[in-house]
């Protein structure tokens, strides 16, 4: 099924075209926006102590999201669960999942980043534990019924408007994230397309008696920017979208593999690459009809709000009504 996805990262290098504040306003208007013009998810990240900015608040961002939307899905992921208190997490995604009139799907995962978790004073080598264990108490605690915890009694209310709880997923791509979802029954989201992965998730799923085992690959969806002349947006979007592949290969982990990470190193190898792409409406259209996802990322490596503008005008312009009519 074709998805088109509108994705913020946040980035704001400090010798940028924008303010931090001019470009959380401008994901503000994109999302109301877009909200009527066939945008189908709003998706948002998580990272911490970075040198550009990088959203480290997605819950926040989010909630004033739903705030101005009211059809887009709002997908979080991944949200980096062990870095947080468990109770205020169930509490924050209760509040965003009822201010969202459940549109709200959580892809829960441990980071690959220890500077985050220095940072914050959470342990690196308990971050796979940490995260079953805050997700059991997430999940006891939006029952709403008063439960023990750390020698006290408990009780977490408002319930979240979707009933257990918002669509909750492992994300991950090792074989330890496919059996951590399936011993805590929940599906599993990982960052690559790896058969390996699923048979290791079916199997782990089996030995759990857990029959509502779900995989969601991601297709390996492009960053995507659209121009009538792939040529001009090239000059125009390039540079950003180098410095957003650079900015996360940086991070580079010896165990992350994730279809967005890029290994190049100047704009030639990665219009080569195909991660990133510039593309003509046309050929946007062409790969929604196939059944492939647009992931839109107006405001990559803080590309100035003004030419993001142009990339949607022309998605909502061209592409979305040709999708529609079909």
Known sequence: MSQVVMRFDMRCPANGDSSAA???????????????????????SEHHNTTDGFLPSPLNLA???????RHALLSIGAL???????????EDIAVLDLLSRGRLTVITGIGYREQ??????????????LLEENIKVMQQAWTGMPFDYRGTSVQVLPRPYSLPHPLLAIGGNSAPAARRAARLR???FPAIDDAELVK?????????????????????????????????GWQQIGRYMLYDALAYGSWRHATRRAYAESFAADL???????????LTPAEALAK????????LAPLVGGAPPELGWQSLRLFAEQVAPQLHSD
Do not use: N
Request: contains cysteine; charged residues 25%; glycine residues 10%.
């Open 186 to 188: 929940l599906p599993f």
């Open 268 to 278: 030639e190898t990665l219009r080569a690459e195909g991660k990133y792409a510039v």
């Open 22 to 44: 001019d470009l959380y306003q401008a994901v503000l208007d994109m999302s109301e926006w877009g909200d009527t013009r066939g945008i189908d998810v709003i998706g948002l």
């Open 288 to 295: 929604l009809r196939a059944g492939g996802s647009l992931h």
């Open 80 to 90: 980096l669960v062990p870095l947080h208190d468990p109770l205020r997490l169930a």
């Open 116 to 129: 985050e978790y220095l940072a914050l004073g959470r342990d690196w080598k308990r971050r796979g534990q």
């Open 63 to 69: 909630s004033a999201i739903a705030a101005r939307t």
């Open 200 to 232: 290791i998730y079916r199997e782990a799923c089996t030995e759990q008696d857990f029959s509502g085992g779900l995989v969601i690959l991601p297709g390996y969806p492009t960053t995507t920017f659209l121009a009538e002349d792939v040529e001009l």
